[in-house]
């Protein structure tokens, strides 16, 4: 399903009806193609080509500075294309708005702002909202229900400063749950987060999986990826591979991924081994 | 003096009676949406102050024209102001104070809620920058309309002029930080200075010009409150109403931006946009600002009020008001002191009174002033202090205690501790072990028995037995779940057992019962009294001051297996 490797032809610019993985396109969440990002002239990602399943929990695993965040971010028009062309579902970002979530990194914003934890997560429902007008109550209820989800109903009227990090980050998935999308890119779910929320997280993963939403998620701790994760994609400045976790996710693979460091403890390794 | 400045016939022009209705029907008008719930706030005070303006004939009436009213305020030297004078200025009789009063504080109320929304989203230097980029806007707006042969004091051209180089200022800011690698202070610095140093400039070259009537052009500078006209009052009630009403439009749009412009690109709304709207609003407001308190003042006006209402709340909707409060009393307080004293400049004044407000809020709001972060801090050492007494006694004289439990006279039967022996168990000073040790005695927490030493009272065996227990299950914790070694746990619970609540205790009592049946057991239906029901389990680690030979024979084994 997954095809970064394919020669077919990309650079026609009608939007083609079937992915090249041979679905309709309209049941692709996602379909980047020949997306190149440049922060002044240094290329950040370079001719990424990616279809993501439906349905599916996604990882995307690479080094720092590999253009993890920068994929999620390009892809949701927040920060400009050098080039490349994305589609959810078959259409552009703008008019797919509603069904598309995102968990920003959760150091992304100061948490010392005068909002109560209900406050941010009714922000979810601002695009069903509309300018200008009130929050009504049925949003208020639904976000009320998002925060009991991620198990912080007790919290709802306290000050997001007073909240743990792990508390802060469940604020942040039920921010994007009470929008009701039908895939979700996370940047970094499980970064920096308590036991207890790793297991809230890693249940509504299952939950969202199993309701046929798509997960995107970066992902930083190569242990668990196997674990969370149906499949991966391995980014580094360009695609590496793409696919289902147990044929994709393999060391040979990671090795590309995270070039020389990985080699280097490898080497390591290998002469602590050899000294022994 | 204002006939000098040819500016009477504008002033009969604008007749406050007539005016004062039409305002009041538009602003009524304008409001309807809002007058429901909360935002009727905001339109009663703008029909409060349209009120407020209006001469009427009890107290106003031809007595109160400007010129006569003058000699009251302006007293050849300084002296202090008698009581006449100080109740005609706070009861608003004079025509020019109240205008003067009703046109700060409507200024300080608006800049209040605007700043609040530019202080959150870290552009309070913004405001700063606009200002001073407005100057070359009104000297080069002097010069074209001079040139032009109008008269170079057309309030409406030099507004016009300020308001295109604000956004000019503005907008050069947000395209450097966009476009070039130059972080936002530094395109800050260079866009204030640079905007700054075209106007001085501008304003030597009208120095030279023919026509040469400047004067008054540096009121924009410095400001010139006490000089503010009916007509300045009611343009400054109206941008004042505007920023207020669009404010309250766009209240979640600009939170949203405030706290996450990402999500909130995310959920349609264009940062580039609502950034625009709200550096408009900014904008306008410093512009009409400028006469009143000058371009280096005014940006005081949009960050103090703002800034010391948030030491008071933790609701961005209650900050608003707060700081729109805030404001509008620095402009009451600020117009009014200065109406009185007149050798004192009121822009001066009215941020020099913001100033206090923000002082007093550091000082003493309740949850995030210094006094109360202090206190707070206070207590909590002072609590952890008294734990750390209190589990020193009960260790030192603990398997004698525990034998003793639930009897009479528990408490007392280890005998007294002597002061020494406290000493050695903790690195504390004698005079900390002796400051804690009184304070202990006067919450009747230990008695001092004679010869320098001490025991627990009953109450204190109860607090001492549930300070050892929440300690010792956070160090049974952090050992079976965090793979913290043995020798560190004790550092780190002395550290951590403050933030063991109740529920966090019932946790680890669960997490816990597997691996220690004999805290299960104790902790069954106990209820409340949970000092004397629970069991206070054993300590991990070999107690200090405690030799082998102390420790019961059950223990002695697993202490000395982890030596």
């Known amino acids: 399903m997954i095809d970064t490797h394919a020669a077919t032809d990309v650079t026609s610019t009608d939007t083609p009806a079937v992915s090249r993985g041979g679905l309709p396109l309209d049941r692709v969440p996602l379909a980047v193609h020949d997306l190149t990002v440049a922060y002044y002239r240094k290329p950040v990602l370079w001719d990424v080509d990616f279809e993501a399943p439906e349905g599916k929990l996604i990882a995307i695993v690479g080094p720092n500075g590999a253009g993890k965040s920068t994929l999620i971010k390009a892809a949701l028009d927040l920060v400009p294309r050098t080039s490349g062309r994305v589609l959810f579902y078959g259409k552009p970002y703008r008019r797919q708005r509603q069904l598309i979530g995102y968990v920003p990194q959760r150091e992304s914003v100061d948490w010392d702002f005068p909002v109560t934890a209900l406050d941010v997560v009714v922000m979810g429902r601002y695009g069903q909202v509309g300018w200008c007008r009130p929050v009504g109550r049925q949003h208020r209820e639904a976000a009320r229900a998002a925060l009991e989800h991620v198990g912080m ?124 | 003096m204002l006939r000098s400045q040819g500016l009477t016939p504008l002033a009969t022009d604008l007749d406050p009676s007539r005016v004062a209705p039409r305002c009041a029907g538009t602003v009524t008008r304008a409001l309807r949406p809002f007058l429901h719930g909360r935002r009727g706030i905001l339109a009663c005070l703008c029909m ?30 300084w002296q202090l102001p008698s009581v006449p004078q100080v109740m005609r200025v706070l009861s608003l009789r004079d025509y020019n104070t109240r205008v003067v009063v009703v046109g700060t504080m409507l200024l300080g109320a608006g800049a209040g809620i605007i700043g609040t929304f530019l202080l959150l989203r870290k552009r309070a230097l913004m405001a700063d920058a606009l200002s001073h980029a407005a100057l070359p806007g009104i000297a080069l707006a002097f010069i074209v309309l001079e040139a032009a042969g109008l008269s170079g004091k057309s309030r409406f051209g030099l507004l016009s002029g300020a308001l295109v180089f604000g956004a000019a200022g503005v907008g050069a800011v947000l395209m450097i930080r966009r476009w070039t690698r130059v972080k936002e202070d530094a395109a800050l610095a260079i866009v204030l200075s640079v905007f700054f140093g075209l106007g001085v400039a501008l304003l030597g070259v009208i120095q030279r010009m023919a026509t040469g009537n400047a004067a008054g052009l540096e009121a924009f500078i410095y400001g010139k409150t006490a000089s503010m006209l009916f007509s300045d009052a009611v343009w400054i009630g109206a941008v004042a109403g505007v920023v207020m009403v669009v404010c309250g439009m766009f209240f979640k749009e600009f939170t949203l931006l405030c706290f996450d412009q990402d999500f909130a690109g995310t959920q349609g709304r264009s940062g580039l946009l609502l950034d625009t709207l709200m550096l408009g609003l900014a904008v306008l407001i410093t512009v009409i600002g400028l006469q009143a308190v000058g371009l280096i003042l005014i940006v005081a006006l949009l960050v103090i009020p703002p800034a010391a209402a948030r030491f008071w709340t933790h609701r961005l909707p209650v900050m608003a008001v707060i700081a729109a409060g805030f404001g509008a009393l620095s402009g009451l307080l600020g117009a009014s002191v200065s109406a009185l004293a007149p050798r004192l400049p009121a822009g001066a004044i009215i941020i020099l009174v913001a100033a206090l407000l923000f002082g007093v809020s550091l000082l003493f709001a309740p949850a995030r002033g210094f006094l109360s972060t202090a206190w707070q801090r206070f207590r909590l050492e002072r609590k952890v202090g008294q734990q750390h007494v209190l589990r020193a006694l009960f260790e030192s004289g603990e398997p004698l205690v525990q034998q003793a439990q639930g009897k009479p006279g528990a408490a007392a039967a280890a005998g007294p501790v002597p002061f020494a022996a406290l000493l050695a168990q903790r690195s504390w000073s ?38 050892v227990r929440n300690h010792r299950l956070w160090e049974l914790y952090l050992l079976t779940h965090a793979e913290v070694a043995t020798s560190h746990v004790d550092h780190n619970a002395d550290a951590l057992e403050d933030v063991l609540d109740p529920t966090l205790v019932a946790q680890l009592e669960e997490t816990l019962a597997a691996q220690h049946p004999h805290l299960a057991a104790a902790t069954g239906p106990a209820g409340e009294g949970p000092a004397v029901a629970a069991a206070v389990p054993p300590s991990p680690h070999r107690l200090p001051g405690q030799g082998a030979q102390d420790v019961p024979a059950g223990r002695a084994g697993n202490v000395s297996g982890r030596r």
Do not use: C, W
């Open chain 2, 430 to 467: 004698p005079a900390t072990l002796r400051r804690l040790l009184a304070a202990a005695r006067r919450a009747g927490l230990t008695r001092r028995d004679g010869d320098d030493a001490y025991h627990l009272t009953d109450a204190g065996l109860a607090a001492a037995r549930r300070a």
């Open chain 1, 153 to 276: 109903g007790d919290f709802a009227g306290r000050q997001i400063s007073q909240l743990s990090g792990g508390q802060q980050q469940r604020v942040f998935l039920a921010r994007a749950l009470a929008q009701d999308a039908r895939l979700y890119f996370m940047d970094e779910p499980f970064a920096g987060v308590d036991a207890a929320t790793e297991k809230a997280i890693v249940r509504i993963l299952h939950e969202l999986r199993s309701g046929g939403r798509t997960v995107i998620a970066v992902h930083h701790d190569l242990q668990t990826v196997p674990e969370y994760f149906d499949h991966v994609l391995l980014v580094n400045l360009r695609v590496v591979a793409a696919g289902p976790t147990a044929s994709t996710f393999t060391s040979e693979n990671l090795q590309k991924t995270f070039g020389g460091r990985l080699t280097l403890l490898d080497q390591a390794a290998h002469a602590l081994a050899s000294r022994r």
């Open chain 2, 48 to 77: 409060a102050s349209v009120v407020l303006l209006a001469p009427d004939a009890a107290v106003g009436g031809t007595e109160t024209h400007p010129e006569a009213d003058r000699s009251l305020r302006a007293p050849a030297t």
